[in-house]
């Protein structure tokens, strides 16, 4: 657990003030279990004494904790142990510089989480309306600076010397560097549609609802519509047993609920989602397992029972086929629009509509952050490679990518609105490896460690074909070959920058995988979440988890 400290004069008013929000604002942004928070001050002049009355006063009217310990003058062990020193005026700084210099390059201002420069003056303990202007000053520092406080506590090596060796810094796509907002979009359009053919409203589907969702490893959306679609059906069963339903295709089946009572999602969801945590299997199979199980215990008609199961079973098998999957189809066409979608399959349209991509999805890196990453490609400090979930198409080296049927162009697209030009391991990357070598497309693909070891090797070649290939040898004959060849007799550091469990996994998985082969080898796994049910899911596959990809590069740069 990484400390954050507080440094007044006395202990006795600001930092106690800055302690408790702090640990407030942490608590309510998810953080609580990452980061301790405490104060200290410069000087004894209240040791010994309680704490300020009126402070835990001023700080229980806006919910927060007063100060967990009486007054005191910072000590030796606390200087230690703290990962920033966050000081409320330049006398603070002075002190530090001049009684610990060591701690110098941990300490900072609270105006300088927000980027600016000012000290907190004290208001003393007499008053409460100079106390109140002050506490919600701090406060509002501490609310708008967050990111900033959560990546400077994150950082161990903040000011200290990086590690030799070669940097690799894999970054997901979707909830990194996009806000997928094309994909959510479609995600709820084709939800929505499966409402209206049961002859029901629109869905609610929020960001706490799919975060509930992802961080049990339903990242992919071809996995995700056919378990929410799953769930309805079984729900709306469940409220109405006494329906008769007959054997059909999957949108000719749902019209067969109109006039049903058909749920929220959200507020069914919960149940099944907890006993998925316990089954066994790829994302969808384990869907398909609990709600056939749930299917079994629900006192219907046996024909409607046999139906229903066989629908399930259809829906289930191949849902990264979009040959073959129904709900798929529905969402591909409605991410890549109408047209891309006959051209990219070779299937029939069912809607006339622009790609959801196009129109919906934004930006998450800024572009401090994004010159940060091509300056330390251009001067050999890191390698990069953008590896996701995305479809895509065959690997970029490939002569023949442009002969291929069934690969839909989108991490391509997501690159595009990026402006970015790195090596590229997506699902269409993968899913050339599983023909060229003749395995299964789900052996091949995330919790498997083959993509993470792809993006690896491209990211330090450039050689997406070979990287592939050399990923697939490795795990499938325990053989270093090819790019992946190229990290023996070097440090390597790995940087994976993901949002999803999966691939928290994979990467994992690869990393281990390497280090049995001998590598002198090291991971630094970051989350990107904003807290709540997904930070703690990302917790312990985790270095760190914060708030954004910004925050990630900022976190990095001081160990290139």
Known sequence: MKTILFVCSGNYCRSPLAEGLARLRLKQAGYAEQFSVSSAGTLPAY??????????????????????????????????????????????????????????????????????????????????????????????????????????????????????????????????????????????????????????????????????????????????????????????????????????????????????????????????????????????????DVLLNALAQLPVREDTRAATAALLHEVFSQTHEVDHAPVTQIFQELVIGSQLYTESYGLPPRFTEPSLLITEDRSLIDDVAKRKLAVWVQADQAQVCIYTARPSLPPADDPDRTLHLGYSPEAELGLQLLDMSYPLIATGRVQWLAAKVQVPFESVTKPAPIQALAAIGAAITHEEANSLLAAYTLVAHGELMGPLAKLKDRGVHVWIVEDGILGMQATHGAIGLLKRCGLDIHTHAIGIAAGGPKAEALAPLSEVVLPDVNAAVAYIEPYL
């Open 47 to 288: 040791e010994g004494q309680p704490c300020a009355p009126l402070i835990t006063e001023v700080l229980h009217e806006v919910g927060a904790a007063g100060q967990a310990r009486p007054p005191h003058q910072i000590t030796p062990s606390e200087i230690d142990q703290a990962t920033v020193l966050v000081c409320s005026a330049q006398e603070h700084l002075d002190w530090l510089a001049q009684h610990y210099p060591s701690a110098s390059a941990r300490a900072m201002l609270l105006s300088e989480i927000n980027g600016e420069r000012w000290d907190v003056h004290d208001p003393g303990v007499q008053e409460l309306t100079p106390l109140r202007e002050c506490r919600d000053t701090i406060d509002r520092v501490i609310r708008t600076g967050l990111p900033e406080l959560i990546r400077r506590a994150a950082n161990p090596l903040e000011g200290s010397n990086p590690p030799a060796g070669l940097n690799i810094l894999l970054f997901d796509v979707d909830g990194v560097l996009i806000e997928d907002g094309g994909y959510y979009a479609a995600l709820i359009k084709t939800l929505d549609y499966f409402n209206r053919l049961m002859g029901a409203g629109p869905i609610a589907f929020e960001a706490p609802t799919r975060d509930q969702f992802q961080s049990r490893g339903y990242v992919n959306e071809w996995d995700l519509c056919p378990l929410c679609a799953g769930i309805l059906l079984i729900e709306t069963l469940a409220r109405q047993p006494g329906l008769r339903l007959t054997p059909a295709p999957f949108e000719d089946f749902l019209r067969q609920f109109r006039g049903a009572a058909v749920p929220q999602l959200a507020e069914v969801a919960r149940p099944y989602l907890e006993q998925i945590d316990r089954a066994q299997g790829k994302p969808a199979e384990r869907a398909r």
